[in-house]
Every structure is written in C-alpha cells, then in structure tokens.
C-alpha cells in the first residue's frame, strides 16, 4: 500500500509540474564573490591550528613563560627598589657593596643601586629590540613583496641588496652615532633602516617560488588585483619565515646594541641599557663580579628564549606541519 501510495504522489507532482512554466520552474539565484569561491565548509582554523601545535612543545612553552615573566618583573622590580635607577646614594662609602638585604644587586662605582639599574636597562634594551624587530618585519615585507613580485625592479633592488650587505652593519651604526647623535629613536631608526634586508631577502625569494604557481596563473587570468594575490595567495606561505626572523631579530638587536654600547657608540650613557651596563663592568668585573653577573645573565636568558621560542612558533606556522 506504502509504495502505491508514493506513486500516486509522485504522479500527482509530475503532472502539476508539467503545466508550468519555466519562469515558475527556475529563478536565478543572487550572486556572492565569496559563495562562488567557498568549495566547502570546515572546522580548521590556521590561528587555532598554530596555538594547538605550539603548545605540544613544552620547552618552548616554558621558555616563553619564563621571557613574560622577565619581561614583567622588569617592571615590577623597579617599583618594589629602593632607589631609583639615577639617583646617587649620599654615602660615597657605599660604593661597589656587594648584594646585601638593602642593596639587592649591590651598588656600581658612583654607588647607585645596581637592582633599579638593571631591571630599567632591561625594560630599555627589550623596548628597543621590539620596535626594531616590528619595523624590519613591516620594511621587509613590503619591499619583499615588490622585490619578489615586480620583475623589472628586481636587478636594482639586488644591486642595493648587495651594496649595503657587503659593508658591515657596525660601520654604519658607526657614523650614525658620530653625524648624528646617540639616543634611543636615533638608533631605533638607524637599526631598522640598515635591518630590514635579510628578511626582504628572504621574502622576495619565496615570493619568486609561489608567484608563478598554477592558481596564482589563474587568478591573474580572472584579473585578480595583484595586492589580492600577495595578500591571499602567497603571504599566508610567508608566515612562519616571518614569525622566525622577527624571534631572531630581539636577541640580535639586544645584541648588536650591547656590541655598541661596549665600544661607546650604542645609546646615551644617561640612559641605561643592557649594553651599557656590560661596557661599563668591563673596568671592575674582576674584583667585584656581580657587576657582569647580572646583566650577562638577563641577555643570555632573552637570547636563549627567543631562539627557541621562535623555532618553535615558526614550526607551529608552518601550513605542511598542520594537520
């Protein structure tokens, strides 16, 4: 009885149907660029994807924990001291003391409290890594895109690429700092300026590799916008060489400061910074130790994280190792 049943209104449907029109039948459905495109619904996300691998690695998890927990305290510590980072204690006496209940790093040659020093210097050198590292990360990327993309601009942008990598970065820190001055914006500028090309280099050559892969062929075919293409097609494959060069970026720039603080050419000795607490230890460290100790110790513990930390992240961004 079921199956009669279903027939008759199937029939019954059909012969309904056949009396209309084809206007009645069909009607055009409204058109959506981004309807067109979706081939399929899922749950992936890239962002949740990335955080999901990072977490799996625990060394680099504690690493990180341990850097945000400097990074933090640099603040905390020179709210909690006793003096400020500046100011002179009145007692010449107190002069190179060792690290006591008072003085919790001790005191440097002109008696000022060595813990306030350090955790300010600490604040100064970690600013200035992260503006450094944030515009040769913007710098690159963009001239990395036209370099890679453009091929006319290519011979000239590898001509300037080969000049400027071929004299040493020191040098024009160098004359900066004697032309110009030495303060914190001065070499921040300075640093991104002379900063920015290895990691445009990096980016051009990828964007070389993925410019001319079959999709990005027929996207330019359909006549897709050539910012559409490097933002949508190729930049996301960029994403963990950026992430690993902006990590490597802070301990260099730390570094590279210190190298210049040490030899007089880094930031104002008014201002403090890891640097310039090394360079000013190198007189003293062997009767009073503690005047490297603890600087040394901070720039180590940023340029260990960060080096692994970045590693880890990069791998994490890394579309092949998603899952």
């Known amino acids: ?3 009669s049943k279903d027939t008759v209104e199937k029939t019954e449907v059909l012969d309904e149907t ?15 660029h981004d309807d067109a495109e979706r081939t399929g619904y899922s749950n992936y996300s890239y962002w949740k994807s990335v955080f999901k691998n990072f977490l799996k690695k ?16 640099s603040f905390v510590a020179t709210a909690i001291g006793n003096y400020d980072y500046d100011k002179l204690i009145p007692d010449n006496e107190h002069s190179f003391e060792s690290p006591n209940s008072e003085y919790w790093f001790g005191t440097d040659n002109l008696g000022r409290d060595y813990w306030c020093q350090v955790w300010y210097a600490s604040q ?6 992260a503006i450094v590292a944030l515009g040769e990360c913007v710098l690159g990327i963009i001239i990395g895109c036209i370099w890679g993309y453009t091929r006319k601009i290519d011979a000239l942008f590898t001509e300037l690429y080969n000049i400027m990598t071929n004299v040493p970065n020191i040098i024009y820190m160098t004359l900066i700092a004697l ?66 060069r902006m990590a490597l970026s802070i301990p260099r720039t730390i570094s590279l400061e210190s190298t210049l603080s040490y030899l007089g050419l880094g930031l104002d000795v008014n201002t403090p910074s890891l640097g310039i607490l090394l360079r000013n230890s ?3 460290f062997l009767d009073f130790p503690y005047i ?19 590693n880890a992240f ?10």
């Open 1 to 3: 009885m079921s199956k």
């Open 18 to 32: 056949a009396n209309m029109s084809d206007e009645e039948l069909f009607s055009f459905v409204e058109y959506h």
């Open 58 to 73: 625990k060394t680099a998890v504690v690493m990180l924990c341990v850097f945000l927990c400097l990074f933090v305290f």
């Open 124 to 129: 100064t050198s970690i600013k200035l890594a």
């Open 179 to 244: 032309m110009i001055g030495q303060s914190f914006l001065i070499m921040a500028i300075s640093m991104t300026a002379f900063g920015w090309m290895p990691m445009a280099r990096q980016v051009r050559n990828l964007v070389m590799m993925y410019r001319d892969r079959e999709y990005n062929l027929a996207s330019r075919c359909l006549g897709t916008k050539q910012s559409r293409i490097l933002v949508k097609n190729i930049l996301p494959f960029l994403v963990s060489v950026i992430i690993l």
């Open 282 to 284: 190198r007189a003293f």
């Open 292 to 310: 490297l100790i603890f600087p040394a110790a901070i720039v180590s513990i940023i340029t260990v994280t960060f080096y692994l930390v970045g």
């Open 314 to 323: 990069a791998d994490a961004c890394d579309p092949k190792n998603h899952v």
